[in-house]
């Protein structure tokens, strides 16, 4: 047995039903004791019926899903825990339709669940440092599986796709995100934002990244001559992040909107972080219920 993941069947054990799921998620938001949401009062809160609370100093009702993605959903708890679980033990991701016969919940209600799970896994406001990897890919449909009216005979150019940015610390941290355009300028501010200055940086001979020299110690690797690796400036390692992401995305779902995007390079970016399979599963799942605290999105939200 694996020292550092639990089985389904030991999941199901740990946390059999919503009321242990809701004391899981308890403890683990509030390991001190309850405090309100609202107004963060610890001593004036009344326990009530079925996981709520009363928090007698603002006059607010609670429960552990407040202020949370699980706000307003009618999904039991377990559910939830278990949907987090399949989220972090698969690899290359689980579509919605797979999810929803795994724990018993209507596709559209399983989609929702997975976006808001993505929005918790964007939770990332840590900043790169060391020798930091750094490069593009591009998002899109093929042109072999198109209609013949929307071909644009791009080949494998960027062409009618979008641009997704990434950053990988040498055996660290994965940083990504899609943007609007690859130049000079936009790169130079993505770089800043997400990396420290006077880090290291490696990439390829792409111009964006040329302005990078004034503020950190930057190193090229020319994959147009053949160059993959030379005196240990590389991009080998955020390169197969992206062989992971696009096996998802194109393996497990298939096409993905632009509207949605960043949520789905977030669940991958956050599995290769937090959700490292070198970590418990415990502690995966304890850092992905962390990132849900705080956040919210609505159905309207995804939709509009």
């Known amino acids: 047995m694996c020292q550092v993941t639990i089985s389904v069947f030991e999941l199901f054990q740990k946390y059999p039903d919503a009321e242990s799921a809701r004391k899981y998620f308890e403890e683990r938001r509030w390991p001190e004791g309850v405090f ?51 989220l972090l033990v698969s690899r290359k991701g689980i579509s919605s339709l797979q999810m929803s016969k795994q724990i018993g919940v209507t596709q559209k209600t399983a989609w929702f669940m ?10 990332d406001n840590t900043m790169l440092s ?49 943007v609007s355009k690859v130049d000079m300028y936009s790169m130079t501010k993505l770089v800043e934002k997400n990396v420290e200055k006077g880090s290291g940086v490696h990439t390829d001979e792409h111009y964006a990244y040329d302005s990078l020299a004034k503020e950190y110690a930057h190193s090229k690797v020319n994959h147009r001559a053949g160059e993959y690796s030379s005196n240990g400036v590389t991009t080998n390692g955020i390169e197969s992040v992206w062989a992971v992401m696009k096996r998802g995305l ?23 972080n937090d959700g490292n399979v070198k970590r418990h599963t415990d502690a995966r799942i304890a850092s992905l219920y962390d990132n849900c605290i705080g ?10």
């Open 130 to 178: 060391g020798v930091v990897e750094i490069d593009e890919m591009y998002v899109g449909g093929k042109e072999i599986n198109k209609h013949k009216s929307k071909k644009q005979n791009s080949g494998r150019g960027p062409v009618g796709k979008v641009p997704v940015v990434g950053m990988r610390e040498k055996n660290g941290r994965v940083k990504a995100m899609p």
């Open 295 to 304: 956040t919210r999105i609505q159905y309207k939200e995804l939709i509009g």
């Open 36 to 86: 309100c949401p609202f107004c963060g009062e610890t001593e004036k809160i009344t326990t009530r019926k079925n996981g709520y609370y009363r928090c007698n100093s603002c006059k607010q009702d609670f429960t552990v899903r407040t202020k949370t993605i699980f706000e307003r959903s009618h999904v039991p708890l377990n559910k939830w825990l278990y949907a987090m679980y399949l």
């Open 114 to 123: 997975l976006q808001r799970l993505r929005e918790a896994c964007g939770n």
């Open 250 to 272: 194109y393996g497990i779902y298939h096409s993905v909107s632009e509207k949605h995007l960043a949520r789905y390079i977030n669940e991958f970016a956050f599995r290769l």
